[in-house]
């Protein structure tokens, strides 16, 4: 439908797709519904996930951060052991496979070249069963695997992914519950209520753009670079953070695994370099909590994003409270705005950021 992608009275892309954020968790939990409400997922996607002995998900950029949280919830939820792999290196670097593998290529244009070498080589060489899960019906990833899960998020213009981002980790999360269920694996949350609850969340943090604008400002305003850390699922969701901001703003930025920065990478916190830690994950709260005071004892300017039930007082910025698993849904899209108003203060060019293709189609 062409007025789905007309900014209307958004001045870019980017910001109105960030909106669209919770309508999109909305449609994909109605799209993964049966008759009876319940989540489900095409009979024979569902028998190729039970079948595989192991999953290998192959994806590019924003789409490989996604792929890593699909790997938590594969394992944690249906116990299927997952390896996640950049496209571009698993072309020449291939890991040894198991016997019965599936593989799954997470793709929001479905057209990115990396991913499509690997799909070809792992129909034609090896024969192996493969899924696309893609936004776009009908793109060349969806046509030549063997199945596809659609992601429902509406045409994704700027490119900065945002909104197909979380609808990957849903899509993901639903793929994983509903293989989970069918393995008899003991499930004790009902994901279609905590979605509707992280959809809630979402629409929390994309009415927080004041807030958010400011701590832009704050932290970001002179920054040269900026870290981004967390542990766990934080980890991943602090890699795509700092992916947003190094796209739109030009500003160097990293994500770290808390506990990984004092092997290093803490030689270069200065007086006032930015720190976004993220702290919502409960078990390890603690933890990434004293990561912060160790880049604070070097002079960073620590901004941490924790979640309701978790927080402290000096918490710049808190979430609401979502399931324990389902964290990035919520948890990225702070770290989305805090870009956008960032690259807004740069006069940067939000939707067309330079050196930049929505999908890269060449090797
Ligand atoms: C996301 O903000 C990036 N522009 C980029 O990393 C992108 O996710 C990557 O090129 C993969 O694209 P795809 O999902 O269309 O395959």
Same mark, same amino acid.
Request: glycine letters at 6%.
């Given at each position: 439908?062409?007025?789905d992608?007309e900014?209307?009275t958004?001045?870019h892309y ?5 909106d669209?954020q !919770? ?6 939990i ?10 489900t997922?095409? *009979?024979n996607?569902l028998e ?7 999953l ?5 950029g924003?789409?490989?951060?996604a792929g ?5 919830y594969f394992? &944690?939820?249906a ?6 792999h950049?496209?571009s290196?698993f072309?020449y670097?291939?890991?040894?496979l198991?016997? =019965?593998?599936?593989?799954i ?6 057209e990115t070249?990396? +991913?499509?070498q690997v799909?070809v080589r792992? =129909? ?12 776009? !019906?009908?793109?060349t990833? +969806?046509?030549?695997?063997d199945?596809t899960l659609l992601?429902?998020?509406g045409p994704?213009?700027a490119v ?8 990957q980790?849903?899509?993901?999360s ?7 269920k069918?393995k008899g ?7 279609k ?6 959809? @809630? ?5 994309? *009415?927080?753009?004041? %807030?958010?604008?400011?701590i832009?400002?704050d932290y ?6 900026a870290?981004?850390i967390?542990?766990n ?6 890699? %795509?953070?700092?992916l947003k901001?190094k ?12 506990g %990984?920065? &004092? ?6 916190i200065?007086e ?10 409960e078990?390890?709260s603690l @933890?990434?909590?004293?990561?912060v =005071? ?5 002079g960073a300017?620590a ?9 402290e007082?000096?918490?710049r910025?808190?979430? !609401?409270k979502v399931?324990?698993l #389902?964290?990035? #849904?919520?948890s990225?899209? !702070?770290l ?5 108003? /960032?690259?807004l203060?740069r006069r940067c060019?939000? *939707?067309k950021?330079?050196n930049? /293709? =929505?999908?890269v189609?060449v090797?």
């Amino acid at each position: 439908d062409a007025s789905d992608i007309e900014k209307g009275t958004y001045p870019h892309y980017m910001l109105k797709e960030m909106d669209e954020q !919770p309508a999109v968790v909305r449609k994909i939990i109605q799209a993964y519904s049966n008759a009876e409400d319940e989540l489900t997922i095409d *009979d024979n996607i569902l028998e190729a996930i039970k079948e595989a002995d192991r999953l290998y998900i192959i994806a590019a950029g924003t789409s490989y951060h996604a792929g890593l949280i699909g790997k938590q919830y594969f394992e &944690k939820i249906a116990g299927i052991p997952v390896e996640v792999h950049i496209s571009s290196e698993f072309g020449y670097n291939m890991p040894l496979l198991s016997e =019965k593998p599936l593989f799954i290529f997470i793709s929001q244009s479905g057209e990115t070249a990396d +991913s499509r070498q690997v799909l070809v080589r792992v =129909k034609e060489e090896l024969g192996f069963p493969a899924l696309t899960i893609t936004n776009v !019906p009908g793109s060349t990833l +969806s046509r030549e695997a063997d199945y596809t899960l659609l992601l429902h998020a509406g045409p994704e213009i700027a490119v900065a992914s945002t909104k197909a981002y979380v609808a990957q980790v849903a899509v993901l999360s639903i793929a994983a519950y509903v293989a989970g269920k069918a393995k008899g694996k003991e499930i004790d949350f009902d994901l279609k209520t905590e979605l509707a609850i992280a959809a @809630n969340g979402i629409q929390t943090m994309v *009415d927080s753009k004041e %807030e958010l604008e400011q701590i832009a400002e704050d932290y970001l305003k002179i920054a040269r670079n900026a870290f981004f850390i967390g542990r766990n699922l934080d980890f991943y969701v602090s890699s %795509e953070g700092a992916l947003k901001l190094k796209e739109i703003s030009y500003i160097q930025a990293e994500g770290f695994a808390g506990g %990984e920065l &004092k092997h290093g990478t803490i030689a270069l916190i200065e007086e006032g370099t930015p720190v976004f830690a993220l702290a919502t994950q409960e078990q390890v709260s603690l @933890n990434i909590r004293g990561n912060v =005071k160790e880049v604070v004892a070097r002079g960073a300017n620590a901004c941490i994003i924790s979640m309701e039930g978790l927080e402290e007082e000096g918490d710049r910025f808190v979430i !609401p409270k979502v399931h324990q698993l #389902l964290t990035p #849904l919520v948890s990225v899209v !702070p770290l989305q705005l805090i870009s956008y108003y /960032a690259a807004l203060h740069r006069r940067c060019d939000v *939707d067309k950021p330079r050196n930049l /293709a =929505k999908s890269v189609t060449v090797e």
